[in-house]
Structures are given as structure tokens and as C-alpha cells.
């Protein structure tokens, strides 16, 4: 079942020349709606949910959806769905994708792109493949979620009653095809403010509680206590991270050197395959800016405060190796000629959602490189690879 990688590229070339940043996806939903129609799939089959509606930031459009019947003597079989992200890294805007050899680059100083335009390339030329070669297969969904480089709230939000009660997935995000990703880490976004009092610096510093201090001595604390960076803690691991640190909405931490800090606000986040031990990571940070808080007072004994919030971002899972959607992707990779490497992912997924919904994912690779930076770069072997690979999914018997 060969490819027509010529006209997989152009689609991938397409789809890259329209921006499409988390939370404005409305144009490249467009696109790709209007390339399934030119590949012969009915428009009626094609529909945005509102899922946007439900996700708390703004965002244009609702999660791509299409319904491609089952063909031949695979049309009664239990659907079966292939997923990928339509939203690209704030990064990529004013990208300028151009060809160079076997690889996609980039000749503006942006990132490029290929996440995900390659898993949208991938999953069109699968449409587009089934209708030319009139290959038998089982009832398919396609999805594409909006919003999963801020936070996966697509396939968070998405309805699954929408979806066609698929007994399995196959999601595109990542480099080689071959990748075989059966689990990823759970994560926690948490937020501090920070209160002190604001008094004159130069004049009388001691009447004030400064913020600042709070940050530091609550940053100390949790890198003393071997809670920043990688996390190890007898064999349980995870990482953490501590992000922007503002004045709120924007605005710098303090307003002035003579002028003690009264606010700062604080975001970052925690990550463990263990669900729990995220979490544990998490109270650590929440103990040690409370600690500081105590800490640091004034001349009249005063202490400042914080008000520390977080928010499970996306819990981990690790399926097992025998379910029937990993034993169809490693054979569906040795059948095209990949060595499997079934591995978990460090980073959160679509896929953490969908299992969560109580839909088995496994998620391979594109040909994605350097993701989410301006070295960013797209392998087209291994992005042929995935439209084969996914060809290889749909019509297994």
C-alpha cells in the first residue's frame, strides 16, 4: 500500500504557510477542512465541536472532527481513531517553511512548525489514501484538537460522546515513527502570590516586608531540599520547574530600587510518571513558600503572606504491553519496516486525555526536530514513514 509522498508533502508544505498559534486555530482549521473535501471526504462528514466553549482561555474554534465509514470487509469492525494538534507554539508565528533536500526548514527566525503540522499532514494523506486506493477498513474518527500546546485543553474538553465510541487510538506527536509511546508523566501547574508591604527603601526599609525576600528564601529552601530541577527521592523521580516570575498581568516584580517589593506572583509547574509523587513535589513548594512568608517580617513584627494554588494539568498513565492497541502498533511498525521502541514520554500528551476518557492511545512520531525552537526542522523520511505507518493502522486485519 504505497504512499504518494510527492503529494504528502505539498500538503504538509500547505498546511505549514498557515499560522495557527494555541488559541488561534480557526485558519488552519479551515485548511484542513477544505483538503479532506478535496480528497473526496463529504463535508457533512467533517464538523468543529464546542469544545471551546468549555476550555477557560480564549479560544477561536472547537476540536476538529470527521467521520470516515468503514469500507469493505472491515466496514463492521469497532471504529478505531487517529488524533493530532492543529495549534502551533506562539514560536512559529511568521514562520516561512521552504524544502531543502530530504529535510523542511525554515528560513525565518521562528520555530517551524512541524508541531504539528506534520501529525495534521499525516492524518489527511490518510483520508486521502483510503479514498484513492479504495482500501478496505474499519469505521475511523478523525481528531484534531485545538489548544494543546497551552495546556491539552482539546482533547480535554472534547466530548467524547462526539467521537464514535472508538475502542483505540493512534495520535501523532514526536519524531520517529518508530516510537511506540505507551505512557507519559502526570503533571501540576501551580501559582504563589506573594504579599509583603511596600515601604520606602532608602528611607525606612525596615518598616517593610519585601516579596522579593520571600521568592528567594522559598527558592532556597526547595533547591536545599533536592525538591528543584530533577527530583529523586529513593526511587521515586520527577522534575520541576519554576517559570515567570511578574508583578501580575505582565508587569515586573517591584516598581522601583527605592521602593521595598509588596507583590510578586510566581507560576511553575511539577511532573512525575508516579501520580502521587507530582503531587508531593507540589506540597513541597506550597511548604516552602509558606515557611518563607513566616520568615521574613518587619520592624513591627509583621510577616508577609502568600496564596499558593495548583491545578492538575494532566494525570500519567503507562498502559500495558499486551493491550490490543500496543500489540497493533508494534506489529503495524514492523510491518513497515521500523524497529518499535516502545518507550514513556516525559512531556504531557493528547494522549494523557484520551486515556483518561477511557480511550487507549499510543503515540508515535512525524519527523518533528528541535520542537519549540527556531532550529526547528522536519525529517521527511520519517514523515513518510508516518503517512505509511498510519495507512499501515487503518487497514490491518
Known amino acids: 500500500m504505497p504512499v504518494d509522498t510527492k503529494a504528502a508533502t505539498d500538503r504538509l508544505m500547505r498546511f505549514l504557510a498557515v499560522e495557527g498559534i494555541t488559541g488561534q486555530e480557526a485558519a488552519i482549521g479551515r485548511e484542513l477542512s477544505a483538503a479532506l473535501t478535496e480528497v473526496g471526504v463529504p463535508a457533512g462528514a467533517i464538523r468543529l465541536d464546542d469544545a471551546n466553549t468549555r476550555i477557560p482561555v480564549p479560544t477561536e474554534t472547537g476540536n476538529l472532527i470527521v ?23 506562539p514560536l512559529c508565528a511568521g514562520a516561512r517553511p521552504k524544502l531543502s533536500g ?17 501529525g495534521c499532514g499525516v492524518l489527511v494523506t490518510l483520508a486521502a489514501e483510503l479514498a484513492k486506493q ?23 474538553h472534547v466530548n467524547t460522546d462526539e467521537l464514535g465510541s472508538p475502542v483505540m487510538a493512534f495520535n501523532y506527536d514526536g519524531g520517529s515513527a518508530s516510537n511506540v509511546i505507551i505512557g507519559a508523566v502526570g503533571a501540576d501547574r501551580w501559582t504563589v502570590e506573594i ?12 518598616r517593610g516586608i519585601s516579596s522579593t525576600m520571600i521568592l ?4 532556597a529552601e526547595v533547591k536545599a531540599g533536592g525538591w528543584f530541577g530533577k527530583v529523586v527521592k529513593g526511587k521515586r523521580q520527577g522534575t520541576s520547574n519554576v517559570g515567570p516570575v511578574t508583578g501580575g ?50 520592624a513591627q513584627g509583621k510577616s508577609g503572606r502568600v496564596k499558593f494554588k495548583a491545578e492538575t ?32 514520554a516525559n512531556g504531557g500528551l493528547d494522549a494523557n486525555w484520551m486515556v483518561r476518557h477511557g480511550v487507549p492511545t499510543v503515540t508515535f512520531g512525524a519527523g518533528q526536530n528541535e520542537a519549540h525552537t527556531i532550529d526547528e ?16 493502522l487503518a487497514t490491518m486485519r
Open 67 to 89: 467521520d470516515l465509514p468503514g469500507r469493505g470487509a472491515l466496514h463492521n469492525q469497532p471504529r478505531i481513531m487517529f488524533m493530532t494538534h492543529m495549534d502551533t507554539v
Open 102 to 118: 530530504r529535510k523542511v526548514v525554515n528560513e525565518a527566525k521562528t520555530a517551524l512548525g512541524g508541531d504539528n503540522r506534520t
Open 134 to 156: 479504495k482500501l478496505d477498513h474499519p469505521p475511523i474518527t478523525l481528531l484534531f484538537c485545538v489548544r494543546e500546546e497551552s495546556g491539552l485543553y482539546g482533547a480535554r
Open 195 to 206: 504579599f509583603g508591604r511596600a515601604s520606602h527603601a532608602g528611607v525606612a526599609p525596615e
Open 216 to 219: 528567594a528564601l522559598a527558592l
Open 249 to 298: 498581568e505582565g508587569r515586573p516584580a517591584g516598581d522601583a530600587t527605592n521602593v521595598v517589593t509588596d507583590y510578586v506572583h510566581v507560576r511553575g509547574e511539577s511532573r512525575s510518571h508516579d501520580g502521587k509523587f507530582f503531587k508531593e513535589i507540589t506540597k513541597a513548594y506550597k511548604a516552602a513558600f509558606e515557611k518563607a512568608a513566616r520568615k521574613v517580617t518587619n
Open 313 to 344: 494539568d494532566y494525570f500519567p498513565f503507562r498502559m500495558k504491553d499486551n493491550l490490543p492497541v500496543v500489540k497493533r502498533a508494534i506489529e503495524a511498525v514492523s510491518a513497515v519496516g521500523g524497529t518499535p521502541n516502545v518507550r514513556a
Open 377 to 392: 526542522w522536519i525529517n521527511l523520511d520519517e514523515y513518510e514513514r508516518g503517512c505509511a505507518l498510519a495507512l499501515q
